[in-house]
């Protein structure tokens, strides 16, 4: 593994070194327009206004339709951000419980806490909520335009939970042309079927409409439930959005509405209990893809998404609104114990578990999550363009009712059927935010960002008899409590053009992670006391980099960087253990304030286009190494957890003409991760390694292509996941065959 990865990385920098060489050839060669144009051409919105990306003094990466579309599009966020340098999706199997990190920033995991990275959808925040908030749906990968990836702290201009970055998923926008296309895809091993689609209709010259379709049907898949004849990772359902562009005059305007309705993969995992774990003397280890689970596995995701998006030119200055309603409802069941009365029987006749299980034990989660996202900002120049200037604010107001159901096997000393606890979080956030730029020379820029927020968040969360109604747990289920904290986010960057194209930079920013709440104030016996609400975690980090075009094709870019982090928000649990005599229950997991820490790495990207004979070469090359620790604190010196060393991606595409006008067409993708620890707590378990290749080949001919796929090529499995009694395995391989239509 760790060999594949450094032949990677040795491939990387040869490459880097034999740029200036392909350049010269590319400049020799007759170049089609598409080859002609690199990467850092794109022009971007990441500082909220419109500019080529390679002239943006920050750590910024695009993944465009066309990249997408060569490697067959993403239906999840792991395909999705699978060659970008510092970026780790953890996978919990679900897309309602999985999220996203970068640089190193911290994961909520198995809490309601908020994220650490910045989610938008195009412009727009879509983060929060009890689950589902940490990650991306599958509607919102739909009929991409381009994906916006911002690495480092970007509380300036994105405010809240933009410790280590942000992501805007912009979608595909009416154009005003007939066109469309239609992607056809079925996977042999899961007989899974999807398709996606949109269609573009120029109506007049200043209305255009846009309608994009998603659906898939997959009742099979590779984690199997017996009990239920049903897969885990089986998915089911539909996302439909519709888009109307009006453009007249000075005004642009886009107005939105989607929907999904989908059963997603549920929330899974293999029970794993070493022989000679108290109450296991001889252990208990279910089957890597088939778990005995009595609860039927379910769990659904509906999203509903309405949102205005305009523009207006004043002449001098650009106004542009955005304006979001988001409703997002989360459910997935879980059965607790993991086991069936089957095996656990089995199980008490050869010895291996002694001790009582409750096999009727299950969690059935519901979130119902209502957002209102409003931004507006105004941008301009002045001072014969040498002063660029921003000024914007906005409002988020955000509801979540979430509810754990828990259910048992009534006994004659314990008639109660289960639980039921409630929560209702009520959150209000303002911003005001501005930037000011200037040209101190024609090379030398400096440039300032900062923002002021204020939050009011509440929760209300209550524990009652889920067949009585009757209020449990005394005063550590009675939980009422407020907070209002506010924020000054900041960036100073100063940067300077090289020339050929190429920009380098310094920065020093900050950002924060919003505090939040813990539902369950634990036992009173409890060694290590629960709070009801943590406070912010802040961050200010320091960066260097380097980017630029300097050739056509050719784009490049590196960065190290240095983040300090105070009051960081991690997971711990209050020290009870049934083998604890002074708390003999099972621990209750919470989020604190666990201390200072601090994180550093540095990052590489490469990409190019090189004409060939009669088609074209593309590759792109990623790299980074990251680390941390804690520095004060009862976790001082402890590894930050879910940080891997080392990840790595390539990104291959080439098209060449074959036979009777049609072309061939291939793509591999190839990514890598190793080094890193699971938990923060001694003697953690390490983050499992892994290489995956992706490869793809198929023929084109006018506008149709047909490509046969190989994901995972190598049928690698390993642990997404993992901790002292459970796993939870990464997806085999899949072989499929897909057709794209296109006009």
């Not at 997935?332 to 006749?349: E, S, T």
């Not at 921003?390 to 259910?407: A, E, N, P, R």
Request: proline content about 4%; aromatic content about 8%; charged content about 20%.
């Amino acid at each position: 593994m760790k060999v594949r990865a450094v032949l990677l990385l040795s491939s990387g920098l040869a490459a880097m070194a034999a740029a200036p060489q392909m350049a010269v050839a590319q400049e020799a060669a007759t170049a089609s327009p598409s080859a002609s144009e690199s990467q850092g051409d794109i022009v971007v919105t990441a500082r909220r206004r419109d500019e080529k990306l390679s002239d943006i003094p920050t750590a910024v990466s695009v993944i465009d339709a066309t990249s997408l579309n060569d490697r067959g599009g993403a239906t999840d966020v792991r395909e999705l951000l699978a060659d970008q340098p510092s970026v780790r999706f953890n996978n919990l199997n679900s897309t309602i419980t999985s999220e996203i990190s970068i640089r190193a920033s911290s994961t909520a995991r198995a809490t309601n806490g908020d994220p650490s990275v910045g989610l938008y959808r195009d412009g727009a925040y879509i983060g929060g909520g009890g689950i589902g908030g940490r990650n991306y749906t599958r509607l919102d990968l739909l009929d991409i335009g381009r994906v916006e990836v911002l690495r480092g702290t970007q509380g300036a201009l994105y405010g809240r939970n933009a410790v280590g970055g942000a992501i805007n998923i912009i979608s595909a926008r009416p154009e005003f042309e007939n066109s469309g296309f239609v992607n056809l895809r079925y996977d042999f091993e899961t007989e899974g079927k999807q398709a996606q689609g949109a269609v573009n209709l120029k109506l007049t010259d200043d209305i255009a409409i846009r309608v994009s379709g998603d659906g898939i049907s997959q009742d099979k898949g590779f984690f199997y439930n017996p009990d239920n004849d049903v897969y885990f990772d089986r998915q089911k359902g539909y996302g439909v959005r519709g888009q109307i562009r009006f453009k007249t005059g000075p005004l642009d305007l886009v107005l939105l509405a989607e929907t999904q309705d989908l059963t997603t993969p549920d929330v899974f995992y293999q029970i794993a209990i070493a022989r000679g774990t108290p109450g296991f003397p001889g252990g208990f280890v279910q089957d890597k893809f088939r778990y005995t689970w009595n609860t039927r596995p379910r769990a659904t995701q509906d999203v509903d998404t309405y949102q205005a998006l305009a523009t207006l030119d004043l002449g001098g200055a650009t106004l542009s609104s955005t304006t979001s309603y988001r409703v997002r409802n989360s459910q997935y069941d879980l059965d607790n114990d993991g086991i069936d009365a089957a095996d656990l029987a089995a199980a008490r006749a050869r010895g291996d578990i002694v001790v009582n299980i409750d096999t009727g034990a299950a969690s059935h989660v519901i979130d119902t999550t209502k957002s209102f996202n409003q931004d507006l900002h105004l941008t301009g120049k002045a001072l014969g363009d040498r002063l660029t200037w921003l000024v914007g604010g906005d409002v988020l107001i955000l509801k979540s009712d979430y509810q754990v159901s828990t259910t048992r096997t009534v006994t004659p000393t314990n008639p109660s059927i289960g639980t039921r606890a409630p929560a209702s979080l009520d959150y209000k956030s303002y911003a005001a935010y501005g930037s000011l730029g200037y040209d101190l020379t024609d090379t030398l820029n400096v440039t300032g960002e900062v923002r002021y927020t204020k939050d009011d968040r509440a929760l209300s969360a209550r524990l009652f008899d889920l067949g009585t109604g009757v209020p449990l747990g005394g005063a550590a289920r009675v939980v009422d409590v407020r907070i209002k904290p506010d924020n000054v986010s900041y960036n100073a960057t100063l940067s300077y053009k090289l020339g050929g194209g190429v920009l380098t930079y310094a920065k020093i920013g900050s950002s924060y992670r919003a505090g939040g709440f813990n539902t369950n104030l634990g036992d009173p016996r409890q060694p290590t006391p629960i709070q009801a609400a943590y406070g912010n975690e802040n961050s200010t980090s320091y960066e260097i980099g380097i980017r630029g075009a300097p050739a056509k094709g050719l784009y490049f870019a590196a960065a190290g960087y240095y983040t300090d982090l105070s009051n960081l928000i991690a997971q711990t649990d209050n020290g009870c253990a049934v083998t604890n005599p002074a708390c003999p229950v099972a621990a209750t997991s919470f989020l604190t304030n666990a201390g200072d820490a601090r994180s550093y790495g540095v990052e590489a990207e490469l990409s190019n286009v090189l004409p060939v004979a009669n088609g074209q070469f593309r590759f792109a090359l990623s790299a980074s190494w990251q680390g941390g620790k804690v520095t004060s604190g009862k976790f001082k010196d402890f590894r930050l957890p879910q940080v891997p060393d080392w990840l790595a991606s390539v990104n291959v595409n080439f098209r060449h003409g074959f036979i009777a006008g049609t072309t061939i067409v291939a793509n591999l993708l190839y990514s890598v991760q190793f080094g890193g620890v699971q938990e923060l707590k001694v003697n953690s378990v390490k983050l499992d390694d892994f290489d995956l290749l992706n490869l793809r080949l198929g023929i084109e001919k006018g506008p149709v292509t047909v490509s046969l796929f190989a994901d995972n090529v190598f049928d690698q499995i390993y642990r997404v996941a993992r901790d002292t009694t459970i796993n939870r395995y990464s997806t085999p391989r899949v072989i499929g065959i897909e057709a794209r239509f296109h006009w």
